[in-house]
């Protein structure tokens, strides 16, 4: 079955808020690596987020400040709270894991082994 299933993708005017959510199946290790990248039309894979197992963070520096990463283990569910988003966050989001604990999570799209089918994210003037 699907390793990762995203949600929570839409349209919104710039400066609004949108939270995305992505189901972790029992195919994911538990201390796996989980993040969030985008790509947009014609340019490459970016990284956008990471969480630990242990629960620490790594964020692009162009989403510092705006985005929040969470993870909800009972739930095996995902969080990124995106906020005050601009015209340059649109883009299809995929939620993302290693196949095996990391000693740090680096955004870095080779390293990740399983891969959710995206969500779309607009944003609008």
């Known amino acids: 079955q699907v390793a990762l299933e995203e949600s929570g993708g839409g349209s919104v005017e710039a400066g609004g808020s949108l939270t995305l959510s992505c189901r972790a199946s029992s195919f994911i290790n538990r201390r796996a690596c989980m993040g969030w990248f985008r790509q947009a039309p014609g340019k490459e894979r970016e990284g956008v987020a990471t969480i630990h197992s242990d629960g620490s963070t790594s964020y692009a520096d162009s989403t510092k400040g705006r985005f929040t990463l969470s993870k909800d283990n009972g739930k095996n569910t995902l969080y990124l709270q995106m906020n005050s988003l601009k015209l340059e966050d649109t883009a299809m989001y995929y939620c993302?894991?290693?196949?095996?604990?990391?000693?740090?999570?680096?955004?870095?799209?080779?390293?990740?082994?399983?891969w959710g089918q995206g969500t779309q994210v607009t944003v609008s003037s």
């Open positions: 993302a894991a290693t196949g095996r604990r990391l000693y740090s999570c680096r955004l870095k799209s080779n390293e990740y082994r399983y």
